[in-house]
């Protein structure tokens, strides 16, 4: 086993903010810091830190950049186009600030110690990808627009079911009655109160036809990205855009996860101890990544409502006694070992 310490001459430790970044060159053998500076995080910036390091160091480098999902972005794609090699560490937690204390210098340091001694296997390496960046983007902005739609629709429905606008709102409103409203001119003979509510509902039934237009205009995008990514991988029964995107995501590429038991424990799959006594039992993994994990459970419900081996297999464990819950977990488990499976044999 390699410790990073042994693989590189020198180690660049980066603390990172939204106006500078404050990075220290560090050389492996000694683990003396030979210099520290800070850069303001503009191209320019970015660049002349990219260069003071290249000119510094020689051989194998390897910088340890926090938050490169956030502040650090910018930082690893320039290190990325200069061939330094990148890992993401964490910010260190605060009790072990307080024998230390804290300033960028100090944190910039201990993103250096944090992975001196560690496994080159076990470094966290951010991946410069256009596709998978896309990808996560396209993830988070259905969200936002889910999570709009849903809340604008429960509101035209405590709207309607309120106030008399002459729909039938004893269940939640439908599509075609959100169409239906959405479409509604102002009228001569409505007194005030009922032309600004129904000025409202026509708003907001508006908005809600939108999101539903975006989602829709995302998930083409999400498919097209999947299939150029993974052929093949829409095919497995119960996999659709939006779950194909979040797996690809979590996933990134051959080599991230070593095994499909490793895959499991990252989508939080990966079942707990719980037992005590003569009591054997396991319980849910609330760890992990939720997304991932949200995506496979998705997977598992589609083939519960409309899949007939899953159908059968929920029923013969239902007779031996299993809750719901557990025959759950169990599903979610072998959907993870195929889905990785899959990945592996479809991926480029």
Sequence with gaps: ???????????????????????????????????????????????????????????????????????????????????????????????????????????????????????????????????????????????????HRTGMRSALTVLARTHDLDIDARRALTLAQIRQISRWRSRKADSIDVAVIRAQAQQMAEQIITEYQRIETIDTQLQQLAEDLCPGLLDIFGVGPVTAASILSAYSHKGRVRSEAAFAK?????????????????????????????AIDTIVRVRIMHEERTQNYVKRRTQEGKTNPEIRRVLRRYVAREIYRSLQALMP
């Design 1 to 147: 086993m390699t410790i990073v310490a042994q693989a590189y001459d020198y180690v660049i430790g980066a603390d990172t903010h939204a106006r500078t970044h404050t990075v220290c060159i560090t050389a492996s053998g000694t683990g003396e810091v030979l210099d520290t500076r800070t850069f303001p995080t503009t191209t320019a910036g970015l660049n002349r830190c990219c260069g003071w390091i290249v000119r510094t160091t020689e051989g194998r480098v390897l910088a340890a950049v926090e938050g490169t999902r956030s502040y650090g972005a910018g930082l690893v794609r320039v290190l990325d186009a200069a061939g330094v090699e990148v890992a993401e560490v964490k910010p260190p937690r605060r009790k072990s600030r307080s024998a230390r204390g804290k300033s960028d210098e100090i944190d910039a340091q201990a993103a250096v110690h944090t992975v001196m001694a560690q496994p080159i296997e076990d470094l966290a390496v951010p991946r410069c990808d256009g596709a998978r960046e896309a990808m996560r983007v396209l993830l988070a902005s259905r969200r936002r627009a889910d999570t």
């Design 266 to 294: 990252m989508a939080g799959i990966a079942p707990i101890p719980a037992s005590s006594g003569n009591t054997v039992r396991w319980r849910l993994n609330r760890f992990g990544d939720r997304h991932l994990n949200q």
